[in-house]
């Protein structure tokens, strides 16, 4: 096993590099939030960051009933829920547009395999809870992460075996189809809403995360960040941030608001 990263203090980061940056990408579940709660020093980083001229867009695994508020009423430029299953953003007239990954007709054969999955989890392995927040979801099946790590495993593993993608975060172990991740999902809404292409200019998106799903945008965005919990992780994770804040959940996100601020007010 290849030795723990090393991650670089985000103050250590060049000015050069955060005044590249033109969107923050963030990560919700103890990277906006801490211990579930949303600091409204958070939020005001969130809006700070808007009125600059970069826009914030949530990119988390949370239902998109819980995407639908915050698309609607929170100063981010669109929410990616569900770990990449669709993208919500507000409309002129107050509405959520949203954008999935599937196309309608497979939507339907979708949501009909994760109910049949469902009820044979719950059936093979009653131990396991469902997160209640499954009913606000839309393309994807949610159990509460079991404390037991064999249990938490053999959940994962079913997932698997009926050919389902499958992540562990600090909240639930998640499952959906069609193999997508948060990354293929901001691809294609950075593309198809800005005209961005995340490969050919990778620098121009800043990452703040914390856990296993948030890996594959930690290894493509040189400015990625994982806040301070993000330690705990290291061992499990199959790519590290780039850099880690002082500071858990919010204030981490605070931390890496105000460097992308100061290096813009700084570099010319």
Do not use: C
């Not at 009125?51 to 949530?58: I, T």
């Not at 044979?120 to 809870?129: F, K, Q």
């Amino acid at each position: 096993m290849s030795p723990p990263a090393v991650l670089r203090p985000l103050a250590q980061a060049p000015a050069a590099d955060l005044a590249r940056v033109r969107f923050v990408l963030t990560d919700m579940d103890d990277t906006l939030t801490h211990r579930g709660r949303l600091s409204a020093r958070t939020y005001d980083a969130i809006e700070r960051l808007r009125d600059a001229g970069l826009p914030v867009l949530p990119v988390t695994a949370a239902p998109a009933g819980w995407a639908d508020q915050m698309a609607r009423m929170w100063p981010v430029d669109g929410v990616i829920a569900e770990n990449g299953g669709l993208f919500l953003r507000r409309t002129p007239d107050g509405d959520a547009e949203r954008r999935f990954w599937h196309g309608e007709a497979e939507r339907a054969a979708v949501a009909e395999r994760l109910d049949r999955l469902s009820h044979a989890i719950r059936e093979a392995l009653p131990g396991v809870e469902p997160a209640s927040d499954q009913p606000f979801r839309l393309t994807s099946l949610a159990f509460r992460a079991p404390e037991d790590a064999g249990l938490r495993a053999a959940l994962a593993a079913r997932f698997r075996e009926a050919g389902a993608d499958v992540t562990v975060n600090s909240l639930w172990v998640l499952g959906w189809i069609g193999g997508y991740d948060k990354l293929t999902m901001a691809r294609r809404v950075l593309r198809e809403i800005h005209g961005l292409d995340i490969d050919a200019a990778a620098d121009a998106v800043a990452y703040a995360g914390d856990s296993l799903n948030d890996a594959p945008m930690f290894a493509h965005f040189p400015l990625s960040v994982g806040v301070s919990t993000v330690a705990g992780i290291l061992p499990e994770l199959p790519a590290p941030p780039a850099w880690i804040t002082r500071g858990p959940g919010g204030d981490g996100f605070v931390e890496l608001a105000d460097a992308l601020l100061a290096a813009r007010r700084t570099v010319r």
